[in-house]
């Protein structure tokens, strides 16, 4: 007989191996099996609350998601002015929570699949406007329309660069680095903005 209650703990907890099965391997190369045993489950019922590894990945980046958002908010929650609303949001993409390996490498995992599942790639679109929307938001006030769309693609190209080239290094994630580099090219375009 099932244990009541028990189901969204076992979710929860296979969301998590997943997450941390992917880190480990740097790829998609892992297993419900390995993802199961992980979470301390049979991969029978692994299978039976999710069906296939792709919904286990969908369901763990939906997690991350989440778990993003609301770092968002309350980065934004402290932004007094339109520019500390944009750098928030570039914090927030850089903090240890996001920018870990193991996040890292699932967000690679994420964009290819995305490729072949029109799932995935609907829940891609979705970060992706939303990021475009929020950076949007805080740059039109500094410097309009047209150049907060231009600024804003740049931006987020390269906060994704950057968990790009992280999955690729052999080396620690570095978030205070990636978050000053993003910064420095907002610096260079506000100056620029202000002094034309």
């Not at 790829?27 to 049979?42: C, E, H, M, Y």
């Not at 007094?80 to 995992?109: G, K, M, Y």
């Not at 964009?111 to 072949?116: G, P, R």
């Not at 693609?153 to 994704?160: E, N, R, V």
Request: proline letters at 4%; a positive charge.
């Amino acid at each position: 007989m099932p244990k009541v209650g028990m189901e969204p703990l076992r979710r929860d907890a296979l969301i998590r191996a997943c997450i941390a099965e992917i880190g480990e391997a740097g790829s998609l190369s892992v297993t419900v099996g390995r993802i199961a045993a992980r979470a301390g489950v049979s991969p029978a019922l692994a299978h039976h609350y999710f069906g296939s590894k792709d919904r286990i990945l969908l369901a763990a980046m939906r997690h991350i998601l989440r778990e993003f958002g609301l770092t968002v908010r309350l980065g934004l929650a402290g932004a007094n002015d339109p520019e500390a609303r944009v750098r928030a949001i570039v914090r927030a993409s850089f903090s240890p929570e996001q920018f870990s390996r193991e996040c890292i490498a699932s967000w690679l995992a994420f964009y290819v699949l995305a490729q072949t599942s029109p799932e995935a790639a609907r829940l891609l679109r979705v970060y992706a406007e939303r990021l475009d929307s929020n950076l949007v938001h805080g740059l039109r006030p500094l410097v309009g329309e047209s150049d907060a769309r231009r600024i804003a693609q740049g931006l987020a190209s390269m906060i994704d660069g950057f968990y790009i080239r992280c999955a690729l290094q052999d080396r620690a994630p570095d978030g205070a680095g990636a978050e000053a580099a993003v910064n420095d090219y907002l610096d260079l375009c506000l100056a620029r903005e202000h002094a034309a």
